[in-house]
């Protein structure tokens, strides 16, 4: 199996700090699912509960993600290829890789209800419109997430 293919079938899933919330990012293409531990975990949320909860789910997952894409990668490669070891990465890469890490995107669910926004795919907000997990179904907030979450990454 080469690197193309060993990068499609990596699989991450984390839970959230309290363990009610999982996630799971597979393949080059990041698809991402989400979902809640057990019956009725979602309704124990307020909306800045979840907020604060998806925020270090996020940063969690994508944390995760990047650490087994590098472990492939030096697995497949032999070493650290992608890392700066002081002498192959000159000034120019380095201004490129500052200026990714700056790259931000912000997407919001089409009713507004929620926004997830990044800086570098490292620094995560989430924001969930309050009263939302009382007025919605933890299905379609699920949905509103995975659909907002997918035009972030």
Do not use: C
């Not at 699912?33 to 909306?47: M, P």
């Not at 000159?90 to 500052?98: D, E, I, K």
Request: aromatic letters at 6%.
């Amino acid at each position: 199996m080469g690197l193309a293919e060993k990068l499609d079938g990596l699989v991450v899933e984390v839970s959230s700090p309290d363990g009610r919330i999982w996630a799971r990012v597979r393949g080059m293409d990041g698809s991402l699912d989400v979902g809640f531990h057990g019956n009725g975990a979602y309704r124990q949320y307020s909306s800045t509960g979840l907020a604060r909860q998806l925020v270090q789910l996020a940063t969690a997952t994508f944390t995760g993600y990047r650490r087994a894409e590098q472990k492939i990668v030096d697995d497949e490669l032999g070493g650290s290829a992608l890392r700066d070891d002081g002498i192959d990465f000159g000034p120019q890469r380095r201004r490129y890789l500052a200026a990714l890490a700056q790259i931000a995107v912000t997407a919001a669910s089409a009713d507004r209800t929620i926004t997830v926004a990044t800086r570098g795919m490292v620094r995560w907000e989430v924001t969930v419109f309050p009263g939302t997990v009382s007025r919605l179904t933890e299905q379609a907030v699920v949905d509103r997430l995975a659909d907002t979450a997918a035009e972030v990454v």
